[in-house]
């Protein structure tokens, strides 16, 4: 078996994989593997922009954050996460990254849902986290301490004694290679390729918390998944984003009538709070209706947004027509493994970062532009403890090679049946009857896997463990959730959560 040493382990290749391997490459060697290629990641995918505090006196920011949240942030990350947001985009302005500005030279901020006042940095008008990820990529191949493996699969994490020492993954070939670590971080991203409608990449489905939750770390939250109101809904389906700051700058959601959607639901309108305007939408949805993104008061729509004008003409829309179809699709989780402000697990040795991650920033419902944030803010946090505190020399752990097991005689379940079982049972609006169903369905499923060592699965049988895994987590959170919070919707149930009943907000 191959075995590789480093001082930085990290698995992902998204904004916060690449800011913790950026900041810590000048004092340590860092290895990075991602199951795909480097670019199949949420941050390369998104267009919105990235929140950054306008000035001291900009104290709607934090306001905003917690108002989406639903109040159940941990207040404390809040601040970190204002407080730092300067310093995050200063790292990616030394980067080069083009911020668009505008005609004096200033840089042009945007405006989402739940924020108060435009405050949002894009790059390439729409393709804003293509241009943050790609600025790092470049100074992260020129270092000699940085090495990056793509299609290599984090299989399971070698914990001895409470210790994370690193972990085993799985080549292509499906042969194993042990990859040693002091430092072992977990940064996979989002879990949106659980659900058929999602503006993730279909290939994130929680590989990092399935080996982390396995491994005896702590994981919270996983009910709370937000779901984007405006998905392109093209010949029945819906996958690509349409970023919230086409409504920003003017968009309006109509319905086939050309009734203004959110009118008299929220001050707000149509930059309310994501789950309450997805809810909104995909009740309308429910009974009949079409929403259209009106966008006829966008100015310059191909310059502003090129990226999206490109994917709809590419879908077939007409966007003379000044219509584009929409519906809400899977976009963000909320929750995650547990984390301290630095990235701390319950394991020593391992940490976890960005949407993988629960710090408790996004409380119950993440506010626009604030993921990018989050992975910049608190990679960096991560980055510079492990600089300012390096570990002595781990023992050397001893890994089987293991051949791949037979489970040819076991009926195992499909990706795609998995997602139709998540879209229906825990989607935006979920009922105790169809999450009991649910739960007893993935029981059942994963059943062939049961007692089985994870290093011994192929990769496509590691693909539906883990997928299976992870939504049995996020079932279970769902049905012992019983009241409606943020973004987790019980319809079965007329109690909205009371805030008093949990104490000092949730991770
Ligand atoms: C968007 O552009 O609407 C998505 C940005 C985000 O999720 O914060």
């Not at 080996?211 to 996983?222: D, L, N, Y």
């Not at 086409?246 to 309006?252: A, D, M, P």
């Not at 009118?263 to 429910?286: C, E, M, S």
């Amino acid at each position: 078996m191959n075995q590789y040493e480093s001082d930085v382990l990290i698995v992902g290749s998204g904004l916060a994989a690449l800011m913790v391997a950026y900041e810590c490459s000048s004092d340590c060697h860092v290895t990075i593997i991602t199951k795909s290629s480097w670019q199949d990641t949420n941050s390369y995918k998104a267009q919105g922009g990235i929140a950054v505090r306008q000035g001291q006196d900009d104290d709607t920011f934090l306001t905003d954050t917690l108002s989406a949240g639903h109040h159940q942030n941990n207040a404390t990350n809040v601040n970190i996460l204002v407080s730092e947001s300067e310093a995050a985009i200063k790292t990616l302005n030394d980067l080069g990254v083009p911020f668009d500005d505008q005609p004096d030279g200033t840089l042009h901020c945007t405006k989402e849902g739940g924020h108060s006042r435009r405050r949002i940095l894009h790059a390439g008008g729409d393709a804003t986290g293509k241009h943050i990820v790609t600025a790092f990529k470049k100074v992260l191949d020129q270092s000699k301490n940085v090495d990056i493996f793509e299609y290599m699969t984090a299989t399971e994490l070698m914990v001895k004694n409470g210790l994370c020492h690193g972990l085993v993954a799985k080549t292509e070939q499906q042969t194993l290679a042990a990859f040693q670590a002091k430092h072992t971080i977990l940064a996979t991203g989002g879990i949106g390729g659980l659900y058929h409608t999602t503006s993730n990449s279909q290939s994130l489905i929680g590989d990092g918390i399935a080996i982390a939750h396995q491994a005896g770390a702590r994981v919270s939250g996983m009910e709370f998944i937000q779901f984007h109101p405006t998905m392109l809904a093209a010949g029945g389906q819906a996958k690509a984003l349409i970023s919230e700051a086409v409504r920003g700058e003017g968009g309006i959601l109509v319905n086939q009538k050309g009734q203004k959607v959110m009118a008299g639901v929220h001050p707000q309108r149509d930059l309310a709070p994501r789950d309450i305007v997805a809810r909104t939408l995909y009740r309308a949805i429910q009974k009949g209706d079409q929403i259209a993104l009106d966008i006829s008061c966008v100015k310059s729509f191909h310059r502003r947004f090129p990226n999206i004008a490109q994917i709809c003409e590419a879908k077939g829309i007409d966007l003379a027509q000044e219509r584009i179809p929409v519906s809400p699709g899977a976009h963000f989780l909320m929750g995650g493994i547990v984390t301290d402000a630095y990235g701390r697990t319950d394991i020593k040795g391992l940490y976890a970062v960005g949407e993988t991650a629960n710090t408790g920033v996004h409380g119950v419902n993440r506010l626009a532009s604030n993921s990018l944030l989050e992975a910049c803010v608190f990679a960096r946090r991560l980055a510079h403890m492990i600089i300012r505190r390096p570990v002595s020399t781990r023992e050397k752990i001893n890994v089987d090679d293991e051949r791949s097991i037979n489970l040819d005689s076991h009926p195992l379940t499909t990706a795609h049946d998995i997602r139709t079982l998540m879209e229906g049972s825990a989607g935006m609006i979920r009922t105790e009857q169809r999450l009991v169903s649910a739960l007893r369905q993935l029981e059942r499923w994963l059943g062939p896997f049961h007692d089985v060592k994870r290093t011994r699965l192929s990769l496509q049988q590691l693909k539906i463990a883990n997928m299976l895994y992870v939504s049995r987590l996020i079932v279970s959170a769902a049905l012992q959730r019983k009241e409606s919070l943020g973004a987790h919707y019980r319809g079965d149930s007329t109690h909205i959560y009371d805030k008093t009943s949990l104490v000092g907000g949730r991770r």
